[in-house]
């Protein structure tokens, strides 16, 4: 099991900039995909961006492409989320999650319990 600690996550203006840390413990993390997903109380849980923590490979969502860049901190077992030119649309909760490749998918075993961002406008 991976335990998942996420901060980084506050109130900004529109058009402003957040970082969101992941901190990851308990396993090696080679095997892992690391992601963010976020969540509003309107909206079900959207898929934001993944690494692969081995190779640093990058995936986004459609609505966060050139916005939004994941990366990873080997040494510091940490997964990044770089946020800039935020929309109000990107209030939510976001959520880091631990996945592995199963049968050709993601299965996401392990998740952190969420970190707030709201965006005024």
């Known amino acids: 099991q991976v335990q998942l600690v996420e901060s980084g996550g506050g109130l900004v203006q529109a058009g402003g900039s957040l970082r969101l840390s992941c901190v990851a413990s308990g396993r090696a993390l080679n095997p892992y995909v690391m992601s963010w997903f976020r969540q509003s109380p309107a909206k079900e849980r959207e898929f934001v961006a993944r690494i692969t923590w081995d190779d640093g490979l990058t995936t986004y969502g459609d609505s966060v492409k050139g916005r939004f860049t994941i990366a990873r901190d080997k040494a510091k077992n940490t997964v990044f989320l770089q946020m800039s030119n935020l929309h109000a649309e990107d209030t939510a909760m976001y959520y880091c999650?631990?996945?592995?490749?199963?049968?050709?998918?993601?299965?996401?075993?392990?998740w952190g319990q969420g970190t707030q961002v709201t965006v005024s406008s």
């Open positions: 999650a631990a996945g592995v490749l199963s049968y050709g998918r993601i299965q996401y075993v392990d």
